[in-house]
């Protein structure tokens, strides 16, 4: 069956059927002219959205739709957790080419739908269009919580520690191999793709994970992050935004930032240094944060996720600097991850 036989109110029913709701604080999801939410008593509401276009934030020929669809979901949670909230509710907007079949829609929402499960989220509402530009989805994420948990990005203080979760430059790696073996294949359709060995970059790139696990492993030890927020355009260019916002500067040291083997051997394979794949690369979705010395030996009393210290904040005037590996040479951190509107 096409799209164009089930029509667009067909498309609505279709999806709606799958949706099963999570949260008592939906009151009303699909079906009505809006979703209703009724937000706990006491708590506060965090909203975000984010934009995925056909050509500029995906590849069809390389990015399964079940996949394409789980990451739309995942990178607006990651926004959510980002602000030390939990995420409740997702609205989703499709502007849809004519090239994709009912088929490519439904592994797409299956894919929505499994994030949505897997964090506990409900999808309440959305829009569909014809598109003419390739596919287009915009998915805004709605969360809550207590008022003095929320964190922003211009807590920093003087003396914080500088901490990520997991480890950086996974999901560029993951890119760098797909877009290689993506010209091999346009020179000789014939050609296997060479993946062996890879496959955590890959999923890194294809299927990111929202750290919901590191915000609820911050509350049960009793950390309130100073500032934080989420690596989405690369670790660079996210602590520039926090000193910015919180009119410091910082200390990072080059041998601190963590990365995995599997990425330092495909930054190798293609004669990349492996930290300029950290410091830029973005898309790892994992959690930057500072928090306060006193709060440091905390992180011992529980085993937990992995989070690495990698700098601390200093007085502004005394910039924003990498210490090197090796050399141990002081260099101004430059904003190199993604720009949106750069040519």
Not at 38 to 56: F, H, M, N, S, Y
Not at 149 to 162: P, S, V
Not at 242 to 247: A, G, M
Request: aromatic share 6%; proline share 4%; hydrophobic share 35%.
């Amino acid at each position: 069956m096409e799209i164009q036989d089930l029509g667009e109110f067909g498309l609505i029913k279709r999806i709606s059927d799958a949706v099963t709701i999570q949260n008592d604080s939906t009151v009303k999801g699909i079906g009505d002219d809006c979703a209703v939410i009724a937000p706990t008593k006491g708590r506060q509401t965090v909203v975000t959205t984010d934009l995925l276009l056909e050509g500029i934030h995906f590849d069809l020929t390389y990015c399964p739709l079940k996949h394409l669809g789980y990451k739309s979901v995942a990178v607006n949670l990651s926004d959510v957790y980002a602000m030390n909230a939990t995420p409740k509710q997702i609205t989703v907007s499709l502007g849809i080419s004519n090239k994709l079949s009912l088929k490519a829609i439904d592994d797409l929402y299956n894919g929505m739908l499994l994030a949505c499960e897997r964090y506990g989220v409900d999808l309440v509402g959305g829009d569909t269009s014809t598109s003419l530009t390739g596919l287009t989805i915009s998915i805004t994420a709605i969360g809550e919580a207590n008022p003095e948990d929320i964190a922003y990005r211009n807590g920093a203080k003087e003396n914080d520690i500088i901490c990520v979760s997991g480890d950086l430059g996974a999901a560029y790696m993951g890119l760098q191999l797909l877009e290689r073996e993506k010209r091999v294949l346009k020179g000789n359709q014939y050609e296997q793709p060479q993946f062996d060995g890879y496959d955590y970059i890959l999923e890194r790139q294809l299927k990111p994970e929202p750290r919901a696990d590191v915000v609820k492993f911050l509350a049960e030890i009793g950390v309130k992050p100073t500032s934080m927020m989420d690596i989405s355009d690369g670790l660079s260019s996210e602590l520039l935004h926090i000193c910015e916002e919180s009119d410091c500067g910082c200390l990072v040291y080059e041998e601190k930032i963590p990365i995995d083997h599997v990425t330092r051997n495909m930054c190798e394979e293609l004669s990349i240094n492996p930290s300029v794949a950290a410091l830029n690369g973005g898309e790892d979705y994992e959690l930057l944060f500072t928090i306060s010395t006193k709060d440091y030996e905390k992180f011992q009393s529980k085993p937990g996720p992995n989070i690495y210290a990698i700098g601390y904040i200093t007085p502004k005037d005394k910039g924003r600097r990498l210490i090197t590996s090796g050399a141990h040479q002081e260099i101004d951190i430059q904003a190199q991850g993604w720009k949106a509107f750069q040519k």
